[in-house]
């Protein structure tokens, strides 16, 4: 079965996931925004083999520490698509205006795009293209679990920003209703930022795609 541990990085407090197969223990990390050595730990606390990076985009808090990670531990980057090069090609720059440890850019080992899939040990994600937080968004659906990993697109009570560039409200709002709704009002998704939620609760209740 996969399982998964959220923890919270950097000062902007992003949700880095932990993903792995409980047959094999490998493993994969979706958006180390920063802060390796505590990712690393709770990795080795619970024996597993990272042999992954996945990104749901390439803001600062979610991309910042996946070239130090790939480079220093060997590790393929997987994500997100192509749109979101010019984030990447930013991150040294992103890095200083935020304030954060200085960021390497890199280029992704496999991009992704709309449903392609995503594989770690005996577990499959599906890949959804989320646009609209960034042009290069993308989500990682788990079926089997009922969880989807949704970066920035998708808050309890709230939705992603569109106001940096490339970003585009409309399409954030085509990508939560066109993309994540039907994956069914009984998935729980892990935010970019705060608490988990349903996305059924999120249809009845948040008030930007409520109703919806």
Avoid at 1 to 19: E, G, I, K, R
Avoid at 46 to 69: F, M, N, P, S, Y
Avoid at 118 to 131: D, K, Y
Wanted: charge should be negative.
């Amino acid at each position: 079965m996969l399982q998964y541990f959220t923890l919270p990085v950097t000062a902007f407090q992003q949700n880095c996931s932990l993903v792995w197969c409980d047959e094999t223990l490998l493993a994969a990390v979706i958006d180390p925004g920063g802060d390796l050595p505590a990712i690393l730990a709770q990795a080795e606390r619970r024996q597993l083999k990272l042999e992954q990076i996945w990104l749901t985009h390439a803001h600062i808090d979610h991309a910042g520490g996946a070239g130090e990670l790939a480079r220093t531990r060997a590790l393929p980057i997987v994500g997100p698509h192509p749109g979101d090069q010019f984030w990447i090609d930013g991150l040294p720059q992103q890095s200083a205006m935020f304030g954060f440890p200085p960021a390497e850019a890199f280029t992704p080992t496999r991009w992704l795009d709309d449903g392609d899939t995503v594989q770690i040990g005996n577990e499959t994600l599906s890949v959804r293209h989320c646009p609209g937080h960034t042009p290069g968004h993308v989500v990682f659906h788990a079926p089997q679990i009922e969880r989807a990993f949704v970066g920035d697109v998708l808050f309890a009570g709230s939705i992603g920003r569109t106001d940096f560039p490339q970003g585009n409200h409309q399409q954030l709002i085509d990508s939560i209703t066109q993309r994540l709704w039907p994956m069914g009002d009984g998935t729980v998704f892990i935010p970019g930022h705060g608490p988990e939620s349903s996305f059924g609760r999120e249809r009845k209740s948040n008030p930007y795609v409520g109703g919806t």
